[in-house]
């Protein structure tokens, strides 16, 4: 039987092997994303402060774009509502959000953002995502979801929309809140109601679709915009134009910035959901390759008067969960999303605005993680403060400040568990050869005139000088006695500049001090190629590196060999006569 033609183009990755007879599973998919992406496309461009077109632009934009270029077959690409609160805040600070000059920059800053993810996926930049970490990412995520409640506040109880930090638009609430129209909350509870619930019953069901739909024909069949609910008002679909954006130096300097920021929750949402959805199982994913596809729709997007795409990890999962194959599934959705924009104008510009702020409000509450928040919160408290700290900080200063700092404290918790490290000492287990850091649950032993350390960590400069003074302590505590001492060095992954200069200056203190000094298990090859470039090889001398502790002390650790002697001795009087022959001639083999 001939076999079914299948895609294998250099840039359509996502198609890689597909086979014709699994297109309806694409096609399903397709339909579902459909379904769930329309409302929340709207919904994310109403939070930023753009018509409803504009969103639809965005996903057209995203996911044509990562249909392309991209890699992983599910990943969904477009509007976010995980970086539009950052640059809508930003952005509403240089202009207004009613000025023609706010939809300018947003274009502006899609075009930076995929020239600097193109950039970081072109120099395999992939690891740049693994810089924030998971508590100070869950705590930027509930920040985020915070911005976001206060944002739609207005729009579910009925009352103008709000301006400003956080703290002004709190401040305007509460003026407010006596004037809720009770319509108005109660259409967005409904929708919240019916999205929580469909969600739970299966990720499947497109809740959103059906909630906005029921809440649009109440208001049209009831009246209810008469009584002072609050609709969309017309949407009016326009057909995507190219252009390019010529900022000034001006624009430019308020947007640049902001770029880098939001690039950088780009690559860290990215890289998540590519390795939380792999295309095929056992898959590795390509970050890099998805960060040229999510550069190029963030580019195109800006080229269609539209803002910044994202990856989004709930849209992904919706694929995933019905049989998506391939970015076909995308593409379909698209195809949805412009039918509906072309001859669903009229529709949707009677969606009420408390149902789009409660489809906002259900995604708050699923990126906020407060599951996570109480499993940090049980095992590390330091972390959770991490976690707390960035909550507050995203919340309660200007977006992109919060973003920074989250980045910032990320970086600094890094360094701080970097510079943990302290030098251990280690004992050799009982009856064996094997050496093993000093432990209350097991008593070592140690030879006379020897002391084996143990690093485990990266030298560097962060952390070097607490390694010298380490060193010097445990030299000191040993006496005038000592006569070797033996670096265990399996947990030395890198050595810089400044931790090799002070190595070498502890070797010759050892050399000058008739003390002899030897590394054990240096398994890096970054860490063995750093010891030559920087002269500790030659400062150490011939001879001096060895594959195990064990080894080293039996070679240079004095009397070792007077004491293995008596050891072998006291083994050979315990074997049977004829075994005792067997084991000198192993011995003899070995030592040759």
Known sequence: MQAEPAFDWPIFRSFRGLRLSGLHY????????????????????????????????????????????????????????????????????????????YGFLAAVLALLIGAFLLLAGLLRAGWIADLLSIP????????????????????????????GEIYDRLVALSHEIRQTNFLTLAIGLFCLAVIEISERISPRIPGALIALAAATVAVDHFGLEAKGVAVVGGVAF???????????????????GLAVVVSMVVMVQTAATSRSFPGDAGERPDIDRDFIGLGTGSALAGFLGAFPVNASPPRTAVVAETGGRSQISGLIACGVVVMTGLYGADALGKVPAAALAGVLLFVAGRISRLREFRDIAGKTR??????????????????????GLAITLSLL??????????????????DS???????????????????VVAYQGPLSFLNAYDFQKDLEKKIADAGPSLALVVLEASGI??????????????????????????????????????????????????????????????????GAAT???????????ELPPALAPERDQAQIAQET
């Open 26 to 101: 694409d096609l399903l998919a397709g339909l579902t994303l459909a379904a769930i992406a329309i409302p929340e496309q709207m919904a994310t461009a109403r939070l930023g402060g753009f018509p409803p077109y504009v969103g639809f632009l965005a996903f057209i934009a995203g996911s044509v774009a990562f249909a392309v270029f991209g890699s992983n077959r599910l990943l969904s690409s477009g509007a976010d509502s995980t970086i539009t609160p950052i640059f809508a805040g930003a952005l509403a600070l240089v202009v207004s959000t009613d000025s023609p000059e």
């Open 136 to 163: 100070v990412m869950t705590g930027f995520l509930a920040g985020i979801a915070v911005h976001i409640v206060v944002s739609q506040a207005p729009a579910l109880l009925g009352l103008p929309a709000g301006h």
């Open 238 to 256: 326009e057909a995507p134009h190219f252009s390019f954006p010529a900022p000034t130096l001006d624009q430019l300097s308020h947007v640049i």
């Open 382 to 403: 330091a972390e959770f403060g991490l976690a707390v700290a960035t909550v507050l900080g995203v919340a309660m200063l200007p977006v992109q400040t919060g973003v």
């Open 413 to 430: 918790h890094g360094v701080f568990t970097t510079t943990r490290s302290r030098l251990i000492e280690y004992e050799r287990l009982p």
């Open 433 to 451: 050869s094997v050496w093993w850091p000093q432990s209350p649950a097991i008593t070592g032993e140690k030879l006379s005139s020897v002391i």
């Open 493 to 558: 992954v890198e050595i810089d500049f400044t931790a090799a200069r002070i190595l070498n200056a502890a070797i010759a203190q050892c050399r000058k001090d008739k003390i002899d000094f030897a590394i054990a298990r240096l398994e890096s090859l970054r860490a063995q190629d750093a010891l030559g470039r920087f002269g500790v090889m030659a400062t150490l001398g011939e001879g001096r590196i060895f594959h195990s502790v064990d080894e080293a002390t039996r070679k240079l650790a004095p």
């Open 563 to 573: 004491l293995r002697r008596a050891r072998e001795d006291e083994a050979d009087r």
